[in-house]
């Protein structure tokens, strides 16, 4: 079964990152960019099928560790069709 976890920077957090990928963008003719926000993409694969408690053990995941909770918030998406190649 896998598993994507999305952070993102909260909406009151600057994104200096993301800043200068929209100045970079604008640089290249891309001219209508109002603005960007740069985040983190995590996909998780694992080898139980069973989504009994997944949905508690990645946000567990999300809180100790892929996200800081004060500047950035997380999206969570669960797809239990794609699974391992076993």
Request: hydrophobic share 40%.
């Given at each position: 079964m896998k598993a994507n976890v999305i952070v993102t920077l909260k909406k009151e957090v600057l994104d200096p990152q993301g800043d200068?990928?929209?100045r970079a963008l604008k640089s290249l003719g891309f001219d209508d960019l109002e603005s960007v926000r740069v985040g983190?993409?995590?996909e998780l694969e694992f080898q139980s099928s069973h989504?009994?408690?997944l949905k508690d053990?990645?946000?567990a995941m999300s809180t100790k560790l892929l996200c800081n909770p004060v500047i950035e918030d997380f999206h969570i998406e669960v797809d239990p069709k794609?699974?391992?190649s076993e």
């Open positions: 200068a990928v929209r983190k993409f995590i989504a009994k408690d053990r990645l946000e794609q699974g391992s």
